[in-house]
């Protein structure tokens, strides 16, 4: 794993923990803020441990000439800008779960993405998302979209970098394990399924729906607030795809 020193992201990482404990787990293992990714042990709800490999970065209002007002962004980048591309760490044992996400500080939520589809990545790329879906997501919880990625503003082409669709979701710290378990589940699928999972999450809790089953819940089930069958269309269609 590559890690990158000297950093002063304490407040990064302090709402990170927040937003872990807010969301009902219990961080065994915090994180040095001086060096990233940033990595966390945790016991979730349901009493199961994860490990969590975090590239985290802070989100604010777009604020360069020319920038439109409504527009948001997050830039991956640690330390210089890079002369090569950059690979995540993903876990060869599947124990440990790579997130990639920002940071809002201003407006109190964290805007995600596969992280994935940013490996490799040139340091830096910026994510940028719009005020109407950040606004939906303080309003309902958790909400996802599709973004459409371009290198039309790089002088430099890099071809070794993904630029499909992909999905970016919003949420608010209380819903930060659901967010985990989302990825572990959804990481490397495709932009479509990613949205399916995402749309699905995000009707649950906007009807405020409690799973009343008469069967004891799976634990995957109570993460992510939806029935079992929604979740296996899910990994039937990732093992199809396998």
């Not at 606004?135 to 503003?153: F, L, V």
């Not at 405020?208 to 269609?237: S, W, Y």
């Amino acid at each position: 794993m590559k890690r990158y020193t000297g950093l002063k992201r304490g407040e990064i990482v302090g709402r990170i923990e927040s937003a872990l404990r807010d969301s009902g787990a219990v961080v065994i293992k915090g994180s040095e803020p001086t060096v990233a990714p940033f990595e966390f042990t945790l016991k979730t709800s349901t009493a199961d441990r994860r490990e969590l490999v975090c590239y985290a970065f802070t989100a604010n209002r777009s604020r360069w000439a020319g920038g439109r007002p409504d527009r948001h962004h997050f830039q991956i980048r640690y330390g210089s800008n890079s002369d090569r591309c950059r690979q995540l760490y993903f876990d060869p044992r599947g124990e440990k779960t790579t997130l990639l996400f920002g940071v809002h500080l201003e407006m109190d939520l964290f805007v995600a993405v596969d992280p994935r589809m940013h490996s490799p990545t040139w340091f830096p790329r910026s994510v940028e998302f719009k005020t109407s879906d950040l606004e939906a997501a303080r309003a309902r919880r958790w909400h996802g979209w599709e973004r459409e990625r371009s290198n039309a503003r790089l002088k430099v082409k890099r071809p070794e970098e993904s630029l499909l669709t992909e999905t970016v979701i919003a949420f608010q710290p209380s819903q930060f394990l659901r967010y985990i378990e989302f990825e572990r589940l959804a990481s490397g699928l495709d932009c479509g399924e990613r949205c399916r999972l995402s749309d699905g999450i995000e009707v649950s809790l906007l009807q405020d729906e409690h799973l009343r089953p008469a069967r004891e819940l799976h634990p995957l089930e109570m993460q992510l607030g939806l029935l079992a069958g929604d979740i296996l269309d899910m990994v039937v269609g990732r093992i199809g795809r396998a």
